[in-house]
């Protein structure tokens, strides 16, 4: 009996690998077609969860104005308007106007945030001293060297 590759295992080889690989981009179409119509235009409901993550990771309230999401080519981008970080006494201690985030496919293969693109527009950042000379950068206290310059 003749096999088109020679041997019965290379051509089930063969078999194999095609199906995975249909099965893959299968995958690959349907998570498209959910994050583009789905999941994206959806991203303010998701606003909420976002300040609450934001605030968790740097330890001080976080605001969004604005989260909106949509497709740029095959990555999904992500739009923040009006995110800024308080002080401890509720003032903004960093503004951003505008933050775009272009999440990279390679997230799925590292299992951790991968951004192929991140772009802060009008940073405002405070910095301030208090009546005791303390210097407060972002709302935290920059802590003095001993025997380094007031």
Known sequence: ????????????????????????????????????????????RYRADVERALSQAVHRPVVIGKLSGRMQGIRPRLELAGLSIKDDAGRNALSLDNVTAIVGWSSLLKLSPY??????????????????????VAGMPIKKEPGGPD
């Open 1 to 44: 009996m003749k096999y088109l590759f020679g041997h019965p295992v290379t051509a089930r080889l063969l078999r194999i690998l095609v199906w995975t690989f249909i099965a893959a981009a299968l995958l690959f179409c349907t998570l498209q077609l959910l994050l583009r119509f789905v999941l994206l235009p959806q991203a303010d």
């Open 115 to 136: 951004l192929h693109l991140l772009q802060i527009d009008a940073p405002v950042l405070d910095v301030r001293r208090d009546a005791a000379g303390q210097i407060f």
